[in-house]
């Protein structure tokens, strides 16, 4: 079976030059068709978009000629880095024109219909396309990866469920690149800290629990898990850290929460997909870790990292997570929810 | 009433450099005794210290001749800037020899005959001096301020003690200034985040509560709040900043907490302190406020300044507080301190 | 003699909050008419402008109406802090309506017939305002002052114009603020550095060379000093730093530059203007200065620190200069522009 | 033939780290014995040391047991990445022991006869080790790595000799990580610039030269540049940028240095040498590169950057240079050092 050609829908940005960073030399996938706004069409790659990432433009993309986002053009597979506003009315638009739709923008992640994946997690939830394409008539589909400083939680969640996760008291230090470009001025942030990001908290306290809920039948019974999240932007470029603060029903001592996180394993480790990190989670025991600038590239971006695992007084267990968040937060997430699609069989075409 | 002498032992160091800084021109004190290590003794403050605040040394620390920390030496009343590992010994020493020891150091703050100010909220514990003094045969005595994170919490929390505060759970983004000369490393902090202080949490998680304690007879009674506290060290200068989430007894609205912040005044306030801002606490209700580079100055780095109040989901409320850790934090503090004394006439010889 | 009502073109923006927090208290002038674009118009200032200031909005300002500027409307004196786009059409459409507009902006400052002012330097090339007048047909007038690198390498020089400047090589340090907001992004500066600015090295090379020329008749006879600038953008808030290496004709010692630095005084000094710092240029004979977190803030803003006089082996003299970007480097350099102005008679009216 | 052990002085450094990190799968060497301090004597590596580089120790250091740094123990190939005040005494000791020292200290770089290698422009100068044999009567040896920023200014003019290079100037913007650790304090360096570093403009200024000059007879005749440095360090964690102006005497176009520069080989990419870059130099046409995050990894660390190759006003042309100051600064300067000796045949025991 050979190599499946893909488009990138929003390819010039950040997060779609996380994609075609992370595309190139993928062995199932290949950025064969890179679309953005129409200021790009006709424009080679290297000169409709400004690389931002160390290391150079993939050659392959270097001299792809632009195109523009028209729904039917392109290859079956698209990712979508748009941001939210241009999904709202593209990604559906490319659905109904029969591609799926591999998206990392928020517009369509809480619908009911629409799967908000993490492999290792929710594997199961793909079962909503079918829901999502009787609902609304589509050949093609929308698939989505949570918010970046969500991934995090969510990933560190999982393996806990069994303890019984009444309540999660999060704050957040993220990372500069999870505003996108330009993003956040350096005149804000250098030698500073900005206590909140607009309109991140709710989707903090949302999305986790729709990624840790259950599949019954035709919808997804979110997880009963009360989340509160404090949200605040540092002067770091990758890598969002959390602290996490945890009430169970079965509270476990720290040795049982350690070896939950490290032992777990998800689909993608059992299929063996090719972005996936041999352990999704790893855990720190001694020093001051995880810390972004140290531990941000382990498992090439896609291993969370869960240190200072101890008693809180107050709700009973805290810890500190860190994920990198265009990576495991963005471009990596939704390649391996492609790779996930496509090992069981979501991306054949009738 | 003329203008008295005092001392400050470690002149030399951080904290002691803001000490001198603070004093420079103040109306009831004057810097007249500088010590620190007898590396330091006989030279010239400015030969002795490398400057490292904005602004000149002052003029007349600038010339001054270091002493050594000698016990019986210098004026009736010092300040202390010692670390830790100095204070458990000198400080003691110079109570027993007379002197009233104001200090920021650790090392007595949780004792139970040694008043832990914040004159704003417990200026009555001042009272402990009597104990302290027959307890140890002291002619002189310690006073002491809390730990740099712990006054930014303390005081965010003194006025909400009307609600009933029951939990409370904190995330700290603390600056660099707070590990002292030469402190954090460059290498480990810039564009990164550490997450966690060696021993600070255990700090926050009792001192809080002696502050915010009732004095019963001879003892001070602990505040019975259950405190957490996250510490993580961020990219910053100077300006601590928490997240707070808050569980009450009797649940007030966002605006009673806004309320109770803003009008609360204390003894400072009333007595018209030299070092007391107007209002101690200032709620900023606009914008992703408070923020250390644009709000730790205010009040001269003696206001807290306290923003984004709003319902948490797990504990009731939250919002966000930032103080001047250095200022309000270390050498402000203990100056406010000795200026209640002052005011409370317990730095009178008899 | 009352205070003076001025207008502030593009107040909403940095460097015009920076004017508005200037002007606040000025002894001479009152920010009576805040105007900027279209879009601001009908509301008032606090609602209109996004603060970035340490510290509040001035009480006057916040609450004024905001207008559009409209040429002929508002004040006879106006600060512009227009950006150049904005300034090329408006500034002279102020000035051929009878205003008096002391720009920020670089459009104009080039012009034969516009003076080019550091009031320490080159007073007298407001005598160029009669030239433009005559040649333009204005009962107003534009005044500049240099961009914000020039102006720290200029006050300089000047003092050392009398060794005879032959050749000037800089390389500047710039903080992000002098890039505006939104400015830098953020992504691009934290732990970086970025190895130039685009159509800064010759602003630098040209606007020296102007402001240290000799007026001669009707124009400004260029000074013959040859300069070259690399500019760089580092993770500072405020605050420009230059290395600067100088060939002299005739060669002085360290201790020859320090006294010449130290001891130059200009008319804002003799005239006690409100905005002039004691010295122009204070010399720092110890330690790694000047710093920006240390020394920006020396004469509040307006004093350049010059540090580390030593021989340079190839052009001969070297040493590091360091200013205040957005107040010495903008809108305090306006401000004193017009009150030397104010002095020698240029805002009266006939 | 097999791969030869290795010994590395100075192993829990910073230094040291990058060493192991690099020696980790090395083709050719293997770090089988470290040494540290006596107070790391018997500690298993990963107990003595802290470890502060991305990524996890390299399991093979991990569990090794430490040793002390005594002369005639351990392999005969030793590399030091010990301070320059240990080196002063053991590198001689276990050059006299029969070692070959291959060393990143700046104690002997300057002495006469010592080579000061960088392999790829004066492979020639490992010659001088006869001279050193013979006039110390060592078995062993002493081979040499410059400074950090030296590294990046040697390469950059190394393929610009042809043209007659007479006089350079640079202003260096140095990482944090050069200094070692803990190296520079955060209270220093966050959102501010020091300008100047303790010894480093003597150590640019004059290693340059040697590194630069010709093998004649028993010694090195210096290259005749004279060379001015500025130096400045600026919150960056790796990569050391420069700027530079060079005078020739015969003046080479903007296309003829770039094209110099790019086209440059030396014998380690001739020897497909394992650490050698496939180019030592790249030129980047476009940006304002390079920068530090985006370049610092090029060539794994071992290419150095340059861009904005331009016209200097003074001096004749210039440009930016950068390379990574703990790889091609440090451990992979003295890794590809020992590379070269080796396939030279100087590591042959007799």
Redesign the interface.
């Known amino acids: 079976m050979g190599v499946i050609d893909v488009g990138v829908l929003g390819a010039t940005g950040?997060v779609g030059q996380q994609f075609l960073r992370l595309l190139d030399g993928h062995p199932l996938f290949r950025a064969a068709w890179l679309a953005a706004s129409e200021r790009s069409e006709g424009k080679r790659y290297r000169d409709a978009a400004?690389w931002?990432?160390?290391?150079p433009i993939p050659p392959a993309a270097a001299d792809a000629g632009m195109e523009a986002c028209v729904p039917g053009k392109g290859p079956q597979l698209v990712f979508s880095a748009l941001d939210a506003r241009a999904a709202d009315e593209l990604e559906p638009a490319f659905a109904a024109a029969g591609h799926t739709v591999v998206s990392n923008a928020r517009s369509f992640r809480m619908q009911d219909d629409v799967p908000l994946l993490i492999p290792e997690i929710n594997p199961e939830h793909l079962a909503l396309i079918d829901v999502q394409r009787r609902a609304r008539g589509w050949r093609g589909a929308i698939v989505t990866n949570p918010n970046c400083s969500t991934v995090v939680l969510a990933m560190a969640l999982a393996p806990l469920r069994q303890f019984g996760i009444r309540?999660?008291?999060t704050?957040t230090?993220q990372a500069?690149?999870g505003a996108g470009?330009?993003?956040?001025?350096?005149?804000?942030?250098?030698?500073?800290?900005?206590?909140?990001?607009g309109g991140e908290e709710e989707k903090i306290?949302s999305e986790a629990n729709k990624i840790l809920g259950e599949l019954r039948g035709e919808r997804v019974a979110m997880h009963p898990a009360?989340?509160?999240a404090?949200t605040?932007r540092?002067?770091?470029?990758d890598g969002h850290?959390l602290?996490v603060?945890i009430a169970f029903e079965r509270q476990p001592d720290v040795a049982a929460i350690a070896s939950a996180l490290e032992s777990w394993r998800g689909r993608p480790q059992h299929l063996s997909l090719p972005s996936a990190p041999p352990a999704p989670i790893e855990v720190e025991r001694e020093?001051?870790?995880?810390?972004?600038?140290?531990?941000?590239?382990r498992g090439r971006g896609m291993t969370i990292t869960v240190?200072?695992i101890r008693p809180?007084?107050?709700?009973g267990m805290?810890f500190?997570a860190?994920g990198h968040n265009t990576i495991r937060g963005a471009a990596g997430a939704a390649i391996l929810n492609a790779e996930l699609m496509h090992a069981d069989g979501w991306l054949e075409l009738d």
Chains 1, 2, 3, 4 share one sequence.
Request: aromatic share 4%.
């Open positions: 950040m400004t931002r990432l160390a290391g309540t999660v008291l704050t230090l500069v690149s470009y330009p993003g956040v001025p350096s005149y804000d942030i250098v030698g500073n800290v900005i206590p909140g990001i306290e009360i989340v509160s404090h605040t540092v002067p770091v470029i850290t602290t603060s020093g001051l870790r995880p810390q972004p600038r140290l531990d941000v590239d240190g200072r809180c007084p107050v709700l805290k500190v860190m």
